[in-house]
Every structure is written in structure tokens, then in C-alpha cells.
């Protein structure tokens, strides 16, 4: 295994410190009270009121999500003209991902984007169907599905009852495995390495089906648990691997392509209904637009992160996927025998 990279230093945690904690204060007071600019946002005047969008995400300056969030907040403040201004708190400073959407229930945080709607599986355990393995063969019919009537369904039946309204879907992308084992190609490679996933039922019945052990964690937890060997392997999507620097601490890539991973723009009801309408169509309008930037971002960058993952030493490798998806019809029946078949038949249906 290669030397890992050291650590981040003293100083800049502590200015991130720093930061987290002005950060979380000056969110508290604007949003927690509702006597401030969201009321102005919904009283006399309020297409002259400044709203304030603050949006949380767990990603690095360099992930695409990240990148056409930048776009995102550019282009609403320019055709608001200024009457909507957007704050960005990315790397995770306000939390995980369950935090976040948490946050945004409570009412304390206005949006975030969340990278994967299994996310809500404690709120919704119905959220897991984004977990069965190998559901879309290729992104296309995975984009489509999630923009069309399975999204919809999705969000009004799954995601929005949780306490949150879904804007539209943005792209994580498909996961593959990385570790620090062994090269991956049949199932049988996966016996007895230390995966980190997040707690998710069926994520961790399909490690167990593969022989793999599950040990949940917080993402943001993950790039030290791999640097330290508490865990030798994790499931990411390519810009992920490639953001978070994953190929500073693993050894193989594996483009498993198991899951395909949605990214949902969400916000907080009550905030939404105290935007002017007029402000509501640009919001929506460019979040559908920056989606398909970040989409096409995702596309673009894919042979080129691949090509980083190489160039930083990793050794990576195409699997055996019939013979991996032979493997996880039990996993599919964990699903379907409790929330039946309707939203997992409406998901394939786009690959008819």
C-alpha cells in the first residue's frame, strides 16, 4: 500500500472551527426566526425584501454538484436582481447529510443539496428502493426516470410526507467500489474486506450477500477512517472519489456501477411558500437548468477522473455484473416484500 498523506493542519481546522461556529450562529438567527426576512419575504413589499437562500451540501469546491451551485447562485441573484441573494456552506461545514436534511425540516437551514435519496431512509424506509442493485443499466435511463413520473411519485410519496419539498433531482452518480484489498472483479473478491456504508438496511444486506462486512458511518467521518485502516474499503461515485482525494488512501477501483445515486435540491415548505411567486418560477427555473450543467459536468469529467484516480496510483478494473446481479436477488426481495412492486416497476419501466 502507498505512504498516506498527512493530515490537515493545526491551523486550518482551526479557522474552520472558527468559521462553523459563525456559520451556525448567523443561521440560526435568520432562519430559526421567523420574524426577520422570511416574513418580509411573504409581507407588504416583499418582492423589495432580501430573501436569503442558504443552501448546505457536503461536497468539495470541486465536485460538479458544487461547481453548478456556484452557477446556481450567480444566475438567481442576477435575474432577481439582487431580491433573492444565495449562501453557499459546502464541505459539509454545517453538518452531515442527515443534519442537513434535518435542518431544513426544523426550519433552521432554508435548502441543502442532498446527495442520495436513501438518505431519508430513517424518516422513510421506502426511500431505500435508490439502493437496489444494478436497477439502471445506463445514466440516460436513470435520468429520465428520475425527471419523470418515477420522481415525481418518488418525491410526493417518499421524500416531501418527511417534511421537505423537492425541487428537482441534480446527479451523485453511479457508485463503484474502492479499496485498499484487492482488486474486484467477481463477488467472490469481496469476502472479508471492512466496507464503510451509510446505515442503510439494504446497503448492508449487500455486503453481507457478498461476504463483505458493513460498518456505517458519517461521510464526513470517511477519509479518516480509510487513512487510519478503520475501514479498507468505501462506495462512492467517481466525483466523489475524485473531490474527497479517496485515491490518496485506497489502492482499487472497481467500476461496479451498483447503485445510481440521485442529488435532491430540497428546501424548507414554510421558507418556500414566503418567496414571491415571481421569485419562486427563477428559482425553480434555474435549479432545473444548473441541474443539467451539473449533469453535463459529471459526463464531461468522467474519463478525466478516472485518468486521476490512475495518475495518483490506484489500480482500476471493470466487474463481472452478471454474475454480481445474480447475487442480489434476495436484496431485491427485502424490498418488494414490504413496499410491494409499484415504484420499482415505474423505475425500469424507462429502460423498456
Known amino acids: 500500500m502507498r ?27 435568520t432562519q430559526g426566526d421567523r420574524g426577520t426576512e422570511q416574513d418580509a419575504a411573504s409581507g407588504p413589499g416583499a418582492g423589495d425584501a432580501a430573501i436569503v437562500l442558504k443552501i448546505a451540501h457536503v461536497n468539495s469546491e470541486t465536485h460538479p454538484a458544487s461547481i453548478a451551485l456556484e452557477k446556481f447562485k450567480e444566475e438567481v441573484e442576477s435575474r432577481t436582481n439582487g431580491a433573492v441573494t444565495v449562501d453557499l456552506y459546502g464541505n459539509g461545514i454545517l453538518g452531515g447529510e442527515l443534519e442537513e436534511i434535518q435542518q431544513v ?55 416531501e410526507p418527511t417534511g421537505v419539498k423537492v425541487l428537482c ?21 469481496m469476502d472479508g474486506i471492512k ?53 490518496e488512501v485506497q489502492d482499487y477501483l472497481s467500476l461496479s456501477g451498483h447503485f445510481y445515486s440521485t442529488a435532491l435540491f430540497i428546501v424548507n415548505p414554510d421558507f418556500w411558500m414566503s418567496i414571491p ?24 469529467a468522467e474519463e478525466e477522473m478516472i485518468k486521476t484516480c490512475t495518475d495518483n496510483g490506484m489500480e482500476v478494473n471493470e466487474i ?3 454474475a454480481f446481479a445474480e447475487k442480489m436477488q434476495d436484496v431485491w426481495k427485502i424490498y418488494t416484500d414490504e413496499f410491494g412492486t409499484e415504484l420499482v416497476d415505474l423505475a425500469r419501466s424507462y429502460a423498456e
Request: charged content about 20%; aromatic content about 10%.
Open 3 to 29: 505512504k498516506q498523506k498527512k493530515g490537515k493542519r493545526v491551523m486550518a481546522a482551526l479557522v474552520t472551527a472558527v468559521f462553523v461556529l459563525g456559520s451556525l450562529g448567523g443561521c440560526a438567527k
Open 105 to 159: 425540516i426544523d426550519g433552521t437551514l432554508s435548502a441543502a443539496m442532498v446527495m442520495g435519496a436513501s438518505n431519508w431512509q430513517t424518516m422513510n424506509p421506502a426511500a431505500a428502493i435508490e439502493e437496489l442493485p444494478f436497477m439502471f443499466s445506463d445514466v440516460e435511463t436513470a435520468r429520465a426516470a428520475f425527471d419523470g413520473d418515477y420522481g415525481q411519485k418518488l418525491a410526493e410519496e417518499v421524500i
Open 169 to 189: 433531482y441534480w446527479e451523485s452518480g453511479f457508485r463503484h467500489f474502492t479499496n485498499n484489498v484487492r482488486p474486484i472483479t467477481v463477488p467472490e473478491d
Open 195 to 247: 466496507f464503510r456504508t451509510a446505515q442503510s438496511e439494504i446497503r448492508i444486506k449487500m455486503f453481507e450477500t457478498l461476504g463483505a462486512t458493513a460498518i456505517p458511518m458519517n461521510f464526513n467521518e470517511l477519509y479518516t477512517a480509510l487513512q487510519q485502516g478503520t475501514v479498507a474499503g468505501q462506495e462512492n461515485p467517481l466525483s466523489i472519489i475524485t473531490s474527497s482525494n479517496f485515491y
Open 277 to 300: 411567486e415571481e421569485h419562486q418560477d427563477v428559482i425553480l427555473e434555474v435549479a432545473q437548468e444548473c441541474r443539467d450543467y451539473d449533469r453535463q459536468l459529471s459526463t464531461e
Open 320 to 322: 463481472d455484473k452478471n
